[in-house]
């Protein structure tokens, strides 16, 4: 966990500063973080007060700036899913890796090399976090309804192995839907 006087991040510094990825964390993170997806029956409309966009090349987020990611429309209902929301940017390709020093050095270097921090996207597709050794002894796993055969098989195995305690079940949806 990273932390600052009163601003707790579920994070490590090492996991903040990222190989090409700076993780923002926000003052209200406690409560944003992660929470219950918010179905609704028109997403624009409901973010249009928590945006505003002046040009095409300028969006400002009201807010934390993640409240936008827990809006779904109302035909996924059925999915109660619960979300975790992080705010990344773009950062150095060199991570911090334990030299406050140097990592401001290699910070420098790359902010001197041209990065625009407001329109440069981070290029990974996901970010890991670690996990408290019990934050999966309780969870609900529902493999989906167009899982291959054998789904169902291996989660269990793996259940076993890094989530004893675990539950998994079959959507209920399996048998119900085609793919496409």
């Given at each position: 966990m990273?932390?600052?006087?009163?601003?707790?991040?579920?994070?490590?510094?090492?996991?903040?500063?990222?190989?090409?990825?700076?993780?923002?964390?926000?003052?209200?993170?406690?409560?944003?973080?992660?929470?219950?997806?918010?179905?609704?029956?028109?997403?624009?409309?409901?973010?249009?007060?928590?945006?505003?966009?002046?040009?095409?090349?300028?969006l400002t987020l009201f807010g934390e700036g993640n409240e936008i990611a827990f809006f779904k429309s109302n035909a996924w209902a059925f999915q109660q899913e619960y979300r975790f929301v992080l705010i990344a940017s773009p950062g150095p390709a060199t991570p911090f890796l334990g030299d406050p020093l140097a990592y401001i050095e290699?910070?420098?270097?790359?902010?001197?090399?041209?990065?625009?921090?407001?329109?440069?996207?981070?290029?990974?597709l996901h970010i890991d976090l670690e996990l408290d050794h019990n934050a999966l002894m309780c969870a609900e796993i529902l493999v989906g309804p167009l899982a291959p055969p054998g789904t169902i098989e291996i989660v269990e195995s793996l259940v076993a192995r890094f989530a004893a305690g675990a539950t998994v079940r079959l959507s209920s949806l399996s048998g119900a839907i085609r793919p496409k």
């Open positions: 990273f932390q600052f006087i009163e601003l707790e991040a579920p994070f490590s510094l090492k996991e903040m500063l990222g190989q090409n990825i700076t993780l923002i964390p926000t003052v209200q993170m406690k409560n944003t973080f992660g929470k219950p997806v918010r179905y609704v029956p028109d997403v624009i409309k409901a973010i249009k007060g928590l945006t505003k966009a002046n040009n095409p090349d300028e290699s910070r420098r270097a790359w902010q001197r090399s041209g990065i625009n921090l407001l329109t440069d996207i981070p290029n990974c």
